[in-house]
């Protein structure tokens, strides 16, 4: 052979041997980084020196802020719990808003009814346990025919005083109220609607009377 003919064998078996050892060597190591990162001292930022603040102020307060929603309604009923989703809901939609969560009371004659069942129940039970000697004690020397019927079933009498007496009581105390006020104005009221309101209904109830009590305001503002 040649040395042309060398040249043109060997070359091409030289670069194949060498691609052989470079694809099965391990790869070089990296170099160390020498770049060196000056670092400059940070000058503080003086906050009364800049004319523009670091942090833009919200101009906006809460939709709610400075109004209260009175959520009145009636404990017995166990209304607890809707008031409370109720009073989240609005925290929600109207951020910064007041809610107060508070009993509805019934009318005053069946809150006094109340009291006459509660005493009826332990009169019920302190005569069957007294037993015959409290009649003479308040001036009936024979106790009634109805005393012996309860004291031949004790236990069941006085069962049956206590839970007849809780239902009563229940149904006196209840007062079926769920009423909703903003900044005193009623906005929605179980009693006349005879139902609870929805959360759209009052979301939208509670914001025309906020947006109303703004205008208010801002007239009195104005003419002051």
Same mark, same amino acid.
């Given at each position: 052979?040649?040395?042309?003919?060398?040249?043109?064998?060997?070359?091409?078996?030289?670069l194949?041997?060498?691609?052989?050892?470079?694809?099965?060597?391990?790869?070089?190591?990296?170099?160390?980084?020498?770049?060196?990162? %000056?670092?400059? !001292?940070?000058?503080?930022?003086?906050p #009364?020196?800049?004319?523009? *603040? &670091?942090? /833009?102020?919200?101009?906006?307060?809460?939709?709610?802020?400075?109004?209260?929603?009175?959520?009145?309604?009636?404990?017995?009923?166990?209304?607890?719990g809707?008031?409370?989703?109720?009073k989240?809901?609005?925290? %929600?939609?109207? !951020?910064?808003?007041?809610?107060?969560? #508070?009993?509805?009371?019934? *009318? &005053?004659? /069946?809150?006094?009814?109340?009291?006459?069942?509660?005493?009826?129940?332990?009169?019920?039970?302190?005569?069957?346990?007294?037993?015959?000697?409290?009649?003479?004690?308040?001036?009936?020397?024979?106790?009634?025919?109805?005393?012996?019927?309860?004291?031949?079933?004790?236990?069941?009498?006085?069962?049956?005083?206590?839970?007849?007496?809780?239902?009563?009581?229940?149904?006196?105390?209840?007062?079926?109220?769920?009423?909703?006020?903003?900044?005193?104005?009623?906005?929605?009221s179980?009693l006349?609607?005879?139902?609870?309101?929805?959360?759209?209904?009052?979301?939208?109830?509670?914001?025309?009377?906020?947006?109303?009590?703004?205008?208010?305001?801002?007239?009195?503002?104005?003419?002051?």
């Amino acid at each position: 052979m040649d040395r042309a003919q060398l040249l043109l064998v060997g070359l091409p078996l030289f670069l194949f041997v060498t691609d052989l050892f470079g694809l099965f060597a391990p790869p070089p190591p990296k170099p160390p980084s020498h770049h060196h990162h %000056t670092h400059r !001292p940070k000058t503080p930022l003086n906050p #009364e020196t800049l004319d523009i *603040p &670091l942090q /833009k102020p919200s101009t906006i307060g809460g939709i709610g802020y400075g109004s209260t929603v009175n959520i009145n309604f009636c404990a017995s009923c166990s209304y607890r719990g809707t008031a409370v989703t109720t009073k989240k809901m609005l925290d %929600t939609q109207f !951020p910064g808003i007041d809610v107060i969560l #508070e009993n509805y009371p019934p *009318p &005053l004659p /069946k809150r006094l009814l109340s009291k006459v069942v509660t005493v009826f129940q332990f009169g019920v039970i302190g005569i069957i346990m007294a037993g015959e000697q409290i009649f003479p004690m308040i001036g009936i020397m024979t106790p009634p025919p109805w005393y012996y019927s309860l004291r031949a079933n004790r236990f069941g009498s006085i069962a049956t005083a206590w839970l007849l007496g809780n239902v009563v009581q229940s149904f006196l105390q209840s007062s079926g109220a769920f009423e909703v006020y903003c900044n005193g104005e009623l906005v929605f009221s179980k009693l006349k609607e005879g139902r609870f309101p929805g959360e759209i209904e009052l979301k939208d109830l509670v914001g025309k009377t906020l947006a109303n009590s703004r205008v208010t305001d801002n007239l009195g503002v104005v003419w002051s």
